[in-house]
């Protein structure tokens, strides 16, 4: 049984460049949860969708972010015109449904490097 | 909003020594407790959990106990071993929102042989 699959696992891009990260949640898993982790730092959760629905963009940045997760497919966040502060690892976490006795389980995470 | 705290790293320990991480917490709800760890490279693994007042979460020989009085779930371990050494994150969940998770800062584990 997979687990949560992200790729890449190390991207790389120019200053003004778009990223495009993939997330597939564990098989039976409808709930996608992204957070971000800069250097030294926890993960600060970004966003939460469901199939076709984004439920939580509490943590998202305002401008140049945006994450989907389609009926069919990963869900995917993506940074356009990216600057050196996105540097960092993006995590994506899958549930089975919002109870506490079903916990996330992560990915290992896409990190990102701006040059 | 809701906060996580956990005692700063890096902790560094010889094998088979007490492993305390301190974690506190601030919430508005009665929030479920987690500690998941992050060996370098790979993402977080869940590790133990408790999701009310004076439960105790388990695993691998790690222990930590819901304390609402203090407001803490501080993570104990008796012996630790070289393969413990890895990250530990402190984080809370609120059952009434998106339970989106809340993380402390993290405190880096070197256990040396």
């Known amino acids: 049984n997979a687990g949560v699959m992200q790729n890449p696992r190390h991207l790389v891009r120019r200053r003004g460049q778009e990223a495009r990260l993939r997330c597939s949640p564990m098989?039976?898993?409808?709930?996608v949860y992204w957070y971000r982790q800069l250097p030294e730092e926890g993960l600060k959760f970004m966003v939460y969708?469901?199939?076709?629905?984004?439920?939580?963009e509490s943590g998202m940045p305002k401008e140049r972010f945006s994450a989907e997760f389609p009926k069919e497919g990963p869900s995917i966040l993506r940074i356009q015109q990216v600057v050196r502060g996105d540097s960092a690892a993006y995590f994506c976490?899958?549930?089975?449904?919002?109870?506490?006795?079903?916990?996330?389980?992560f990915g290992d995470g896409t990190r990102l490097s701006i040059l | 909003g809701d906060s996580v705290t956990q005692m700063e790293g890096p902790v560094t320990l010889s094998e088979e020594a007490f492993l305390t991480i301190n974690c506190t917490y601030t919430?508005?709800?009665?929030?479920?407790l987690f500690w998941y760890v992050q060996y370098p490279g790979e993402g977080l693994q869940l590790l133990l959990k408790a999701t009310k007042a004076d439960d105790k979460g388990s695993n691998k020989g790690f222990e930590a106990t819901y304390r609402k009085e203090t407001t803490s779930f501080h993570l104990e371990k008796g012996s630790v071993q070289v393969s413990d050494s890895a990250v530990y994150f402190c984080a809370l969940s609120d059952l009434a929102g998106s339970e989106k998770l809340v993380f402390g800062k993290g405190t880096k584990l070197t256990v040396n042989p």
């Open positions: 098989k039976g898993h409808s709930h």
């Open positions: 969708l469901q199939k076709e629905n984004i439920i939580d």
């Open positions: 919430a508005t709800g009665y929030p479920s």
């Open positions: 976490a899958s549930s089975s449904g919002t109870h506490s006795n079903q916990p996330q389980h």
